[in-house]
């Protein structure tokens, strides 16, 4: 069609066009009943301004106008807000009524430093479907294609405006050319200045506006009979989210509302607890429902809100929620709330000081002397708060979120909930059952031990601080006769650190202050002399643990090992010295009582193996007798003993000894484990322990085997250690899914033994049991390497296994931890000579490939993407390789490889010559540009912009390339990046903008 053609019937049709596209638009907008529509216009181009627009593109004498301009027919959707337009996009309008030209659609949105036009629309290029097409009222303007662009109704003005004075401007030829220039900058000034700021002011009105409908129709209907009235969790949950987020904070009058409010929510987590949990049903399936412990978080939310309206009333409510828990979570998430209730808040502190601490504390006292206590972890959480002496708070910005520290002020009401605390502590103490209760209330009385840190403080608090911290050291005195060594022992190493703290105190300190220090210095030399007048107690202290206070720590510093060690050898070998037969049953009891000491701490007994082994080393008839009636918690320390009596004149009846417990099945795991450190371990007791251990699948018993055997696999008995031994126990444990046997071969290799043991038998058992490994972690990772020993198709045939396992199993129940393939590798895809393998993997994950199509991009094509995470040359030239050949799925194998990537530019040589090999109109161009435009993780406001932006100009040289297919690539990839720039300009500067307006912005205040 001509400029005459569109004269004389064009402008016509397109005007029917228009019309028709409006109508049908404005129908399916009416419908939708969401979208708030401020006007619809739509014309068709008017046959001048169509020659002014072919003239100015050289293209006034074209037979085809209808291809060189897109808006020869036009609608306008004007809308009041941003959010109107991009519900409008997500609407679905456009694609379920028209056909969308996505090349010659545009979305025009400026960024920050663009000087050009600011106009701001999406423009689509849309026709009717051919099915609305075909029927007969249509039938004139089929096939014709319409823009349709989607404003603003600010950006709308200010575009009709720019359209008459910038776009059109009047011809000027030695007239008004600055006044000219000075109407653009206003223009362009207006926009960025007023226009787009206003916009994102009427979005945030907007959105507070709908924030405040939702709250005031769940109020209308009676929030609080909705929570009652809900008939299962999922819809409690619903009524909860919107509770909390728009109804609670819109209540004019809380305090009012909560004696009614806070029994229905009490209620609505007790009704939680008695439900079963319903699905929650979707046209696409069901989804797991809502728990009672989601409810509880929610109602939990609440009551963090609430929680100074009434707190002792808000206390009880947590409390007895607390002790109604059915589990270790729930119970976790109350105790959460009772911490928030009652903790150093700092802008309660700087309104109204220490009066939440102090009526928290008095409630509890009160609620013990009524015989009704609060649990005890929700009383220690109460009184560890009220105890401490610092405070915190937040403040936010849009961008910042600033954590404030600082010290309680001193005070009468601050030192009355100190000492309160403090006795609520004491009389706990003398109700604790067991050393854990007794460790827990020690823990709270150290908080009013501890000053503010890393913040200045006032000598009145220091003061404060002081005299708790004497009262607390007296009652520790008061009770040492009556507690465990263990927390002698404890109490003793904490009373030396406050000696240690307060000895010195600076001379700034008022001399009152150093008074009550040295008051402190004396309680703990009292407590000191008291402690260790036990004899017993010194003995245990010198044999167990690694907090023991020594003489020398109470006149130097308390923390100097090196002197602990030299006192502790002094003492192991004094008391080694003082055993003899006739106090034999004494020591053996005083070795009962420290052995049975719990702790998870492995350096606990480091002293006490040392004595051990040299007691036996010493005097072994003794030991052989504890060793021939032996049981009770020392049972775990045989293997000291017998390295002890290994070393001794007797070592020639460790042997029997183990003979007898083998044969008795007795202690085989303390046999294992020596024979696994005996440097002349006899082998054959080794390999009878080991069967016992197997017929009684004792599987501690089977890892410390094989370590044993790796040991002593450098003997010439080793072979059948390794094949008699470690092999089996490896597949037993294995097979009852246990793999710590990995760390074991991971610490013989460091150690110079797995080397020269794997003979092909041996090699391929180990490949085979690492194979069934749930995760292939670090120590797995170097394992694996150790087994391929310079032969990467080992590692390949590995993975190669363990995706036809995960095949054969699916991805439910049980074989849901098992994941095939690693996130990445630490280190194996830095092994020298995997790089010169790529032909033979490409070879190998194209049959992985075949077998596992829809998945292959995320497992078989990740895999080879993270052991070449830099898309090596020789990886490269092999998917060159395969692009070329004759393979029907070649490109489609060579893409899922690919898209495992990031979009990194070292892929760009590989899918050019993908391009290349494909017709222009095939459809897994698309996925190229998917592959391409890939970005991994970005950072900042407009991260995803920049990656754009990169992406388009690494494409820029294919514009020139000698292949035309390339060149129509890149045109096309780059009009999709100019899109999706436009898009991502919009939504980021649109969070950033609405995240300044509801967090605050500084820098606009200022």
């Not at 028709?20 to 529509?37: E, F, P, V």
């Not at 009524?239 to 209620?267: H, Q, W």
């Not at 046999?671 to 699948?697: C, I, M, Q, S």
Request: a negative charge.
């Amino acid at each position: 069609m001509t400029l005459d053609d569109y004269e004389k019937f064009g402008h016509a049709r397109y005007a029917r066009l228009a019309a028709t596209i409006a109508t049908i638009l404005d129908a399916a907008i009416r419908a939708d009943g969401s979208l708030r529509l401020q006007q619809l216009q739509h014309r068709a181009k008017a046959p001048a301004s169509l020659q002014k627009k072919l003239q100015k593109n050289d293209t006034l004498h074209t037979d085809n106008v209808e291809g060189s301009v897109k808006d020869l027919g036009g609608c306008r959707a004007i809308f009041y807000r941003n959010t109107d337009v991009e519900r409008f996009e997500v609407s679905g309008i456009l694609r379920d009524n028209f056909e969308i030209d996505w090349e010659r659609t545009r979305r025009h949105h400026p960024g920050p430093e663009d000087d050009g036009p600011l106009f701001i629309s999406v423009n689509y290029v849309v026709r009717l479907k051919d099915e609305r097409a075909s029927l007969a009222e249509y039938a004139g303007v089929a096939g014709l294609w319409c823009e349709v662009q989607i404003q603003t109704t600010l950006n709308h003005a200010w575009s009709e405006m720019e359209h008459d004075i910038i776009y059109k401007p009047p011809r000027l030829e030695g007239f008004g050319g600055a006044a000219m220039k000075g109407i653009e900058d206003r223009m362009r000034a207006i926009m960025r200045k007023h226009l787009i700021p206003a916009g994102y002011e009427f979005q945030k009105v907007a959105y507070d506006f709908d924030r405040l409908s939702r709250g005031l129709e769940l109020f209308d209907r009676g929030a609080v009979e909705a929570l009652r009235d809900a008939p299962d969790n999922n819809a409690l949950h619903d009524l909860l989210e919107r509770f909390v987020d728009y109804v609670l904070p819109n209540y004019d009058d809380l305090p009012g509302i909560y004696p009614e409010l806070r029994p229905a929510l009490i209620e609505a987590v007790r009704a939680a607890r008695t439900r079963h949990d319903l699905p929650i049903e979707t046209p696409f399936g069901n989804l797991p429902g809502h728990t009672a412990l989601q409810i509880e978080e929610r109602v939990a939310a609440a009551l963090r809100l609430l929680r100074y309206i009434d707190i002792e009333q808000t206390f009880d409510d947590a409390a007895a929620l607390y002790a109604d828990a059915p589990d270790k979570d729930t119970r976790k998430l109350w105790l959460e709330v009772i911490n928030a209730l009652s903790e150093n808040n700092l802008a309660v502190w700087r309104e109204y000081g220490a009066v939440v601490q102090h009526r928290f504390v008095n409630h509890v006292a009160k609620l013990n002397q009524e015989g009704r206590p609060a649990p005890r972890p929700v009383a220690l959480t109460v009184l560890r708060n009220a105890l401490s002496t610092s405070v915190s708070g937040s403040s936010s910005t849009y961008n910042t979120i600033t954590i404030h520290q600082g010290a309680v002020a001193s005070g009468d009401t601050l030192r009355e909930s100190r000492s309160t605390a403090i006795t609520i502590l004491t009389e706990l103490f003398a109700q604790a059952k067991g050393l854990d209760e007794q460790n827990e209330i020690v823990n709270a009385l150290n908080e009013a031990e501890r000053l503010p840190y890393n913040v200045n403080y006032s000598d009145h608090l220091l003061s404060t601080v002081l005299a708790d911290v004497l009262r607390v050291v007296n009652f520790y005195t008061s009770i040492l006769e009556s507690v465990s060594f263990g927390l002698r022992q404890r109490i003793e190493h904490d009373v030396a650190a406050l000696h240690y703290r307060f000895r010195t105190l600076p001379d700034t300190f008022p001399d009152a202050v150093h008074a009550q220090a040295e008051a402190v210095c004396e309680a703990a030399l009292a407590l000191r002399d008291k402690v260790n007048q036990d004899a017993e107690f010194v003995i245990y202290k010198s044999l167990v643990g690694v907090n023991s206070v020594f003489p020398h720590a109470w006149e130097g510093s308390p923390f100097d090992f090196r002197r602990d060690e030299q006192f502790r050898s002094e003492r192991i070998q004094e008391y080694v010295a003082s055993v003899e037969p006739a106090n034999a049953a004494e020591w053996l009891a005083r070795l009962q009582r420290c052995a049975a000491t719990e702790s998870n701490d492995l350096a606990t007994f480091l002293t006490f193996r040392r004595f051990l082994q040299q007691l036996a080393r010493a005097k072994p008839d003794i030991v052989l007798g504890f060793l021939n009636d032996l049981d009770g918690p020392l049972a775990r320390f045989v293997p000291a003993l017998l390295s002890g009596l290994a070393e001794s004149p007797k070592a020639d009846k460790v042997d029997d000894l183990l003979a007898r417990w083998i044969e008795s099945r007795r202690f085989i795991g303390e046999t294992l484990h020596y024979l696994r450190f005996a440097p002349r371990a006899d082998a054959k007791l080794l390999l009878a322990a080991f069967e016992v251990a197997r017929a009684e699948n004792d599987q501690p018993a089977l890892l410390t085997a094989v370590s044993a055997a790796l040991n002593h696999s450098g003997r010439p008995e080793g072979g059948r250690l390794i094949h008699g031994v470690m092999l089996p126990a490896v597949e037993l444990l294995t097979k009852a899914g246990l793999f710590r046997w990995v760390d074991d071969l991971v610490l013989a290799h460091h150690q110079g033994k797995l080397a020269p043991i794997l003979d092909g038998e041996t090699t391929t058992k180990l490949l085979h049991c690492l194979s069934q490994v749930p995760r292939v972690e670090y120590h797995c990772e170097e394992l694996l390497w150790v087994l391929a020993a310079g032969h990467p198709e080992r590692i390949f045939d590995f993975f190669g296994s363990r995706l036809e396992r995960e095949d054969e199993n699916g991805m439910d129940g049980a074989s849901s931890v098992f994941e095939a393939v690693p996130f990445g590798f630490h280190q194996l895809q830095d092994r020298p000579g995997l790089e010169m393998a790529a032909v033979d993997l490409i070879e190998r994950a194209y049959r992985w490939y075949q077998s596992d199509k829809p998945l292959f991009a995320y497992r078989g094509g990740r895999l080879v993407a993270i052991l070449f995470p830099g898309f090596s040359e020789e990886l490269s030239s092999a998917l060159d390789a395969v692009v070329h050949s004759d393979r029907g799925d070649r490109i489609d194998f060579v893409l899922s490889i690919l898209r495992a990537y990031n979009g990194e530019s070292f892929l760009l040589p590989t899918t050019r010559n993908v391009v290349a090999a494909l017709p222009q109109d095939d459809p897994q161009l698309n996925e190229v540009e998917i592959i391409l435009s890939s970005t991994g993780v970005v950072s900042g406001e407009f991260g995803f912009v920049e990656a754009y932006r990169r992406r388009r100009a690494e494409i820029t040289p294919w514009l020139s390339d000698p292949n035309p297919a390339v060149q129509a690539f890149a045109a096309r990839y780059q009009r999709t990046l100019d899109r999706r720039i436009a898009a991502e300009q919009r939504r980021s500067e649109e969070d950033l903008e609405l995240r300044k307006r509801t967090h605050g912005d500084p820098d606009a205040k200022a």
